[in-house]
């Protein structure tokens, strides 16, 4: 597709845009049902926590994981809506107070994550995980609002194509987690901490591979 006309690459990054929309769509009510209404005391997930070194304040950590999920939905809906808006001239106020609503959303998740980290399942070497994703996130995402401050636009989408990424963590987490316990038989927290690493690669690979698609097209 590479020199394509500029009607062809638009039309690509609709279809791209499209399909992120329903992912993004159909985790954001699963998180929020799943976390909210059908699991609220996250039974099914904290049964997995044997023999923490630490003991679990167990309303903090759910009042914790319920702010956690609460601005990871909004960060992926806020992500969601600048993406939308990205070619619309008289949006340019709307895409920018939303991108603070993301880059504050952003930073909550990460504080959050910051709490829960020592307790979680799989031991010190799964918090490691989350402690390296809490530094990697947020750098990222500000690398985009530089990029932005600079006037440098290719350079802002291709570093909020990066960020965004991030907003798959958790259900990138449970797929690999799922595929190693179900497929490969190892136990659900050893699956776990694969499953923090393995994604960390994919959600660090997976958005270059968007880029170049897209600069490609
Ligand atoms: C943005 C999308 C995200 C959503 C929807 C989300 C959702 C959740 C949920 C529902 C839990 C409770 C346990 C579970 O069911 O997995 C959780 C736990 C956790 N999340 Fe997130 N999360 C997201 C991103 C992140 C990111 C980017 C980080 C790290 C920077 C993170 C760090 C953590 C930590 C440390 C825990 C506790 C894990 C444990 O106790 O083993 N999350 N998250």
């Not at 062809?8 to 399909?19: C, G, S, T, Y």
């Not at 997995?48 to 956690?68: A, D, I, Q």
């Not at 990205?86 to 880059?103: D, F, P």
Request: include cysteine; charge should be positive; hydrophobic fraction near 50%.
């Amino acid at each position: 597709m590479r020199g394509g006309t500029k009607l062809d690459r638009l039309n690509h990054q609709k279809v791209l845009f499209n399909i992120l929309s329903v992912v993004s769509i159909l985790i954001i009510f699963y998180a929020l049902a799943k976390n909210f209404m059908i699991d609220p005391e996250a039974e099914g997930f904290l049964s997995y926590k044997t023999g923490l070194k630490r003991e679990l304040n167990l309303p903090v950590w759910l009042n914790v994981m319920y702010v956690h999920v609460g601005f990871a939905c909004l960060a992926m809906a806020s992500g969601l809506l600048n993406f939308s808006t990205i070619n619309v001239q008289n949006s340019r106020k709307l895409h920018r107070i939303n991108g603070y609503v993301y880059v504050v959303s952003v930073l909550l998740v990460v504080l959050t994550s910051g709490y829960m980290a020592p307790y979680a399942t799989g031991g010190k070497v799964s918090s490691m995980g989350f402690n390296l994703l809490n530094i990697i996130w947020p750098m990222i995402t500000m690398m985009a609002l530089v990029q932005i401050r600079k006037k440098r636009m290719i350079s802002h989408w291709n570093w909020m194509i990066r960020s965004y990424a991030f907003c798959f963590t958790n259900m990138l987490i449970h797929m690999i987690t799922f595929i190693s316990e179900r497929i490969f038989g190892l136990g659900y927290a050893d699956s776990y901490t694969i499953g923090i690493y393995a994604a960390l690669a994919l959600l660090l690979l997976i958005p270059e591979v968007v880029i170049r698609t897209i600069h490609k097209s």
